[in-house]
């Protein structure tokens, strides 16, 4: 097994954006840590943050080492501007179809790579539905990873396959999620428009998507069984995945410079804010991030800096990067002077999974990305949730209704990062609802004990229960051997078998 060249050789195709990079470098290191060798396959300007993310084999805690390839990302022919190859460097949402044009094109510079290294086995995102068909060409595995957990695949199979919101009266009116367990409610102004267009181009991608997904070989889901049994089993038994929770991927961080250098480089020195933190009372932080793509406009910036100083309570702030001098429209006067004690702005990159980890840390106001949100949740803290559009709202509704460890802001409409501001008062009370009384003793206590069974979900080298994440004789790979029918052929398959 040891010989890099009997290694089972397994390509990664993460999507370009943070958010699915960075989990894919996570799954990639969970492979790697198991005798994989992984490859992981993106293009030239998104090649840094990889690197930087997977760290040098000697500086992290496993000694594991992950291999690039790259393949030119098509700009110019898609028409976008030359070294647009992240979706948070898009900077019109008209862009984002050229965005996906380009995605298209990139299968057959990743044939050629196939066609050149012979992988054992594809992993690629869920936007690569030609990935499936790409795999097979060459014989092998396609599986999906798509960075979403059970609870939002299952509610938007059943939104793209039974259009509830078609039969409502307004955008406001609530309406059960057709098929998914747990009576869960929606309004048509919660799902992206995009989403909603049977003509448009997401409803071809997502079609596609679905195909794709059904016709390969499984899905890696990034999440745990035990945090949603009832919509892991729903989305295997009634919507007919073959699946495998092997998350919270993020936890495969385990050393300090792993955490730290995840992503972009930091704004901040992880030392200054590791002090900073240290300072403070086990629990008495909120962080707040709203990910690696949301840019609020500056009158909500000035709501959110208005609804902290309100509520009195510690902060870390992260502000996506800001012009020095237009700071003074959204910065309220002396906003800084007067906060130095209680808060911290990192205005950039912030060190996301060192800051969530910190003790300090005891509440988290977020979008509800996929990632963000299982790492609150891996970190056993209550959120205030914040959703922007995507499978945000999906996310949110799993905090808050199922898990119960969330308080909502408020917001009612998908794409709110660009129109409906929330109000200070209302930051002001939902964060004070998840850091003070009762409530939030109750959330932090539930919250608490998620992040235990989110540790116990990754813990290596132990056999879990029967229906546990990785252990699961159901989402085990199962090889049938078939051996012809003589001692010479019979004792060595079984030989073979003990091996696998
Ligand atoms: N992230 C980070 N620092 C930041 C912003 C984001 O480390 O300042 C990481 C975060 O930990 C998460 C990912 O970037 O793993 C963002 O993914 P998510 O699904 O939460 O949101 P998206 O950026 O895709 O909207």
Same mark, same amino acid.
């Given at each position: 097994m040891a010989c890099e060249n009997q290694k089972l050789h397994v390509f990664f195709l993460p999507f370009l954006a943070q958010g699915h990079m960075l989990p894919t470098v996570?799954?990639?290191?969970? !492979?790697?840590?198991?005798?994989?060798?992984? &490859?992981?396959? +993106? &293009?030239?300007? %998104?090649?840094?943050?990889?690197?930087? +993310?997977?760290? *040098?084999?000697?500086? &992290?805690? @496993? %000694?594991?080492?992950? %291999? +690039?390839?790259?393949?030119?990302?098509?700009?110019?022919?898609?028409?976008?501007?030359?070294?647009c190859e992240n979706a948070d460097t898009i900077t019109s949402p008209s862009l984002y179809p050229n965005f996906?044009?380009?995605?298209?094109?990139? *299968?057959?510079?990743?044939? *050629?790579?196939?066609?050149? @290294? @012979?992988?054992?086995?594809?992993?690629? %995102?869920?936007?690569?539905?030609?990935? &499936?068909?790409?795999?097979?060409? !060459?014989?092998?595995?396609?599986?999906? !990873?798509n960075g979403i957990g059970s609870f939002a695949l299952s509610a938007l199979e059943h939104m793209r396959l039974h259009k509830p919101y078609k039969n409502v009266s307004s955008d406001s009116e609530p309406f059960v999620i057709p098929s998914l367990p747990g009576e869960i409610k929606i309004t048509r102004m919660e799902i992206p428009e995009s989403f909603r267009d049977d003509n448009g181009q997401w409803a071809k991608i997502s079609e596609a998507m679905c195909e794709a997904e059904l016709k390969s070989f499984g899905v890696i889901v990034n999440s745990f069984y035990e945090l949603e049994q009832v919509y892991a089993d729903h989305y295997k038994n009634v919507l007919g995945r073959k699946t495998w929770h092997v998350g919270p991927v993020s936890l495969s961080n385990r050393d300090m410079k792993e955490k730290a250098n995840r992503g972009k480089e930091a704004s901040i020195d992880e030392q200054e804010c590791l002090k900073w933190l240290d300072s403070k009372q086990p629990d008495s932080v909120l962080y707040i991030s709203f990910g690696s793509m949301t840019n609020f406009p500056k009158p909500q910036l000035k709501e959110i800096a208005m609804g902290l100083e309100?509520?009195? *309570?510690? !902060?870390?702030?992260?502000?996506?990067?800001?012009?020095?001098?237009?700071?003074?429209?959204?910065?309220?006067?002396?906003?800084?002077?007067?906060?130095?004690?209680?808060?911290?702005?990192?205005?950039?990159?912030?060190?996301?999974l060192l800051i969530l980890d910190h003790e300090a840390v005891g509440g988290f106001v977020t979008h509800c990305g996929w990632n963000s949100t299982l790492e609150g949740i891996s970190a056993g803290v209550p959120m205030v949730t914040w959703p922007m559009g995507a499978d945000q709202f999906y996310n949110q509704k799993f905090v808050t209704q199922v898990l119960g460890i969330g308080v909502a802001v408020g917001v009612k409409k998908s794409g709110s990062s660009e129109g409906e501001s929330v109000e200070k008062e209302a930051i002001e009370n939902a964060v004070n609802k998840i850091m003070e009384g009762e409530e939030a003793i109750e959330m932090r206590n539930r919250a608490k004990k998620f992040g235990k069974m989110a540790k116990e979900a990754v813990k290596e080298g132990e056999l879990k229960n029967p229906n546990s994440s990785m252990a699961s004789g159901n989402q085990k790979l199962h090889i049938f051997l078939f051996p012809f029918l003589a001692q010479g052929h019979m004792l060595p398959m079984v030989d073979l078998a003990r091996l696998f």
């Open positions: 996570d799954l990639a290191r969970l !492979f790697a840590a198991r005798g994989v060798k992984a &490859t992981i396959v +993106t &293009t030239p300007h %998104n090649l840094p943050i990889i690197s930087r +993310t997977i760290g *040098q084999p000697k500086t &992290t805690s @496993h %000694n594991i080492i992950i %291999n +690039t390839l790259t393949i030119k990302f098509p700009s110019l022919e898609a028409g976008l501007p030359e070294g996906f044009r380009a995605i298209q094109l990139l *299968q057959e510079p990743l044939e *050629q790579l196939l066609l050149h @290294h @012979h992988p054992d086995c594809l992993i690629a %995102n869920m936007f690569f539905p030609w990935a &499936t068909d790409s795999a097979a060409k !060459f014989g092998i595995p396609r599986i999906v !990873f309100a509520s009195g *309570q510690n !902060f870390i702030w992260v502000v996506r990067s800001q012009k020095e001098e237009e700071e003074k429209e959204w910065l309220p006067e002396g906003f800084e002077k007067r906060m130095e004690e209680k808060g911290l702005i990192i205005r950039g990159w912030a060190p996301q």
